[in-house]
T-cell receptor, first 115, second 112 residues
Framework: DSGVTQTPKHLITATGQRVTLRCSPRSGDLSVYWYQQSLDQGLQFLIQYYNGEERAKGNILERFSAQQFPDLHSELNLSSLELGDSALYFC??????????????FGPGTRLTVL | GQQVMQIPQYQHVQEGEDFTTYCNSSTTLSNIQWYKQRPGGHPVFLIQLVKSGEVKKQKRLTFQFGEAKKNSSLHITATQTTDVGTYFCAGPGETSGSRLTFGEGTQLTVNP
């Protein structure tokens, strides 16, 4: 158990819909990262938040958005869903940011299926 | 942009054989991390290498960081079925030091 929690574990929805994935980082971690992993693919970095502020952006579609709340939990919003958005979405957390690369602790992931 | 490449993509071995995965970056890395993802699981941090030419061992696993800090390898001696999974290397992003760029991973299967 990494200490990072993600809900829901599974999500099945239809094209065109909007969903929200939730992540709670490890206690004390200020950085939250979101990744997308398609079938047998690597981890595509989407976005990072540090202490409530967006810190880095990766290959995140305009239909996707995220935020980190004052209690440090984060939500990833996916809208106008397409079949190709079906994937595993991981959240990870780490203690520090700002130029120092520390290990990331991954949550169990949310498996999104778009029908 | 920065690319982190891993080879091979897949590796099938008999239990007891050795296994090596290689990681190459298009840019010099300040450090490199390795993660393991078991089937159906999430990535788990294994190790971080920081110094040029650094070698670290964890039981049967040996990690190396190249002299030029652009490549790395993970070697497993005498594989066991518990080694099954996908091994990822990851390096810091060019534009943001704290994000990671992951390689595509090497998927290891071990036949008993």
């Amino acid at each position: 158990d990494s200490g990072v929690t993600q809900t829901p574990k599974h999500l099945i929805t239809a094209t065109g819909q909007r969903v929200t994935l939730r992540c709670s980082p490890r206690s004390g971690d200020l950085s939250v990262y979101w990744y997308q992993q398609s079938l047998d693919q690597g981890l595509q970095f989407l976005i990072q938040y540090y202490n409530g502020e967006e810190r880095a952006k990766g290959n995140i579609l305009e239909r996707f958005s995220a935020q980190q709340f004052p209690d440090l939990h984060s939500e990833l919003n996916l809208s106008s869903l397409e079949l190709g958005d079906s994937a595993l979405y991981f959240c990870a957390s780490s203690v520090l940011a700002g130029g120092f690369v520390d290990e990331q602790f991954f949550g169990p992931g949310t498996r999104l299926t778009v029908l | 942009g920065q690319q982190v490449m891993q080879i091979p993509q897949y590796q099938h071995v008999q239990e007891g054989e050795d296994f090596t995965t290689y990681c190459n970056s298009s840019t010099t890395l300040s450090n490199i991390q390795w993660y393991k993802q078991r089937p159906g699981g999430h990535p788990v941090f294994l190790i971080q290498l920081v110094k040029s030419g650094e070698v670290k061992k964890q039981k049967r696993l040996t990690f190396q960081f190249g002299e030029a800090k652009k490549n790395s390898s993970l070697h497993i001696t005498a594989t066991q079925t518990t080694d099954v999974g996908t091994y990822f290397c990851a390096g810091p992003g060019e534009t943001s030091g704290s994000r990671l760029t992951f390689g595509e991973g090497t998927q290891l299967t071990v036949n008993p």
